[in-house]
């Protein structure tokens, strides 16, 4: 249980962090305010559609490979969002990263909590509930000075 929530944690400081590169990104492809709208929407667009991925595949039983091939997917597609040369491309590798993100977490969650024992589910919850908003915040705190 242990690796999973370091995992959600160090997931948050760094792949979370794909959000606060659309204003730069948006800059970078000469764009404006509808390529961030455009960019944003396709993050949006690929995180919904991830959760209805995860939904409709419900309880699999290789959950825990699942969740490491789409986080390998976020982190490929990460990279490729940092060296996309148009509009389309970024937008469709931001669609991907979404669809990445929300399966990560909606299967992490779904594991800790599988293996979490009765008693203790609640406590557990917490402390990776801490993880997942501690990695957010250290993640971002560049934005802080």
């Known amino acids: 249980m242990k690796p999973l929530i370091l995992l959600s944690f160090t997931i948050t400081f760094l792949g979370f962090q794909i959000m606060a590169f659309l204003p730069p990104m948006a800059r970078q492809l000469q764009g404006g305010s509808t390529t961030m709208a455009f960019l944003s929407v396709s993050s949006g667009v690929g995180a919904v559609t ?20 789409a986080l390998m997917t976020l982190g490929l597609t990460t990279v490729g969002y940092a060296f996309a040369p148009s509009v389309p491309v970024a937008c469709g590798l931001l669609f991907i990263a979404g669809i990445s993100l929300m399966a990560v977490f909606n299967m992490n969650t779904s594991l800790v909590q599988m293996l979490a024992p009765d008693d203790m589910r609640g406590r557990v919850m917490s402390v990776y509930n801490l993880s997942v908003r501690g990695g957010q915040a250290i993640g971002s705190t560049d934005r802080l000075g």
């Open 50 to 69: 991830g959760a209805l991925i995860v939904a409709a595949i419900g309880r699999s039983r290789h959950q825990g490979r699942n969740s490491l091939l």
